[in-house]
């Protein structure tokens, strides 16, 4: 409970900054929507050249994008403050303020930021959801849209993990941002069927950075059912855990190696 107030106290804060100036809170989200709406057309206009994917029609790949968007977006609103701390603020030693407090540095980094332009991804990625999914014949069942739930929340709980991951390394190489980049656009693989990509980068996606675990397979069983949804249920869920288990670790040993910079 604790944590739970402090949690509501730092979002608050958050919040109330962000208001402070509300122009630039509605030009970000305008901006977000803009991006969005790009993305959305040059897939559509890839989509008409080519009628399916492996298979996979129009409104089954807007579908998919739309699940992948999703969890990318649950995962900006509440986790955006680890680029800055991956790009500048172990660098210029401004998150030593942060290590001085009898809190978890873990937990104040995650906290102190609630990024309101990523409703413009999860509105974007909810509306393609219900447009493309009301031009689908698909056998709606409490198991595959839980399966489906699941496989979303868990999806954006990986990319946090690695972003945790790999933000905690700029605590022994002062900026790790642009590794981050890196590894954060490959979940942009996770927005078209796994089926099309060389096996190397399905089992990159199914395991290294199992995103195509979390999303694709959810979205497959809706059309194929070819799945036992209780056990990939439990699958999906464990592998969440284990990556954020692996994260946590990892950011915990590279903050105590951490020697304070301001250069």
């Known amino acids: 409970m604790r944590y739970l107030k402090l949690y509501f106290?730092?979002?608050r804060n958050s919040l109330i900054g962000?208001?402070?100036?509300?122009?630039?809170?509605?030009?970000?989200?305008?901006?977000?929507?803009?991006t969005q709406g790009f993305a959305l057309a040059t897939l559509f206009i890839l989509i008409n050249t080519v009628p399916s994917i492996d298979g996979y029609n129009l409104y089954q790949i807007g579908f998919l994008f739309g699940i992948s968007n999703l969890a990318v977006g649950i995962d900006h609103l509440f986790t955006d403050r680890l680029w800055t701390v991956?790009?500048?603020?172990?660098?210029?030693?401004?998150?030593?303020?942060?290590?001085?407090?009898p809190v978890p540095l873990l937990f104040q980094v995650i906290a102190s930021e609630i990024q309101l332009e990523a409703f413009g991804e999860i509105i974007v990625a909810i509306a393609l959801m219900i447009i493309c999914g009301r031009h689908l014949d698909v056998n709606l069942t409490f198991a595959n849209v839980t399966l489906l739930v699941v496989g979303i929340l868990c999806a954006a709980i990986i990319i946090t993990s690695f972003k945790i991951l790999i933000a905690g390394l700029a605590f022994i190489f002062k900026r790790s941002g642009p590794?981050?980049?890196?590894v954060y656009?490959?979940?942009?693989?996770?927005?078209?069927p796994l089926t099309i990509f060389p096996k190397v980068i399905q089992c990159i996606l199914?395991?290294?950075i199992p995103l195509g675990l979390c999303i694709f397979i959810p979205f497959d069983n809706l059309f194929k059912a070819n799945y036992n949804e209780l056990l990939m249920g439990i699958i999906i869920l464990i592998a969440s855990l284990i990556f954020c288990t692996i994260s946590v670790i990892i950011w915990s040993k590279c903050v105590r190696k951490y020697e304070s910079t301001g250069t």
């Open 9 to 11: 106290a730092y979002a």
């Open 18 to 34: 962000k208001f402070t100036y509300k122009a630039n809170v509605f030009i970000g989200l305008i901006a977000f929507l803009v």
């Open 86 to 101: 991956a790009y500048h603020e172990v660098k210029t030693g401004k998150i030593d303020n942060m290590m001085l407090r």
């Open 179 to 182: 590794l981050l980049q890196i």
């Open 185 to 192: 656009n490959f979940s942009n693989y996770a927005k078209y």
């Open 206 to 208: 199914l395991f290294v």
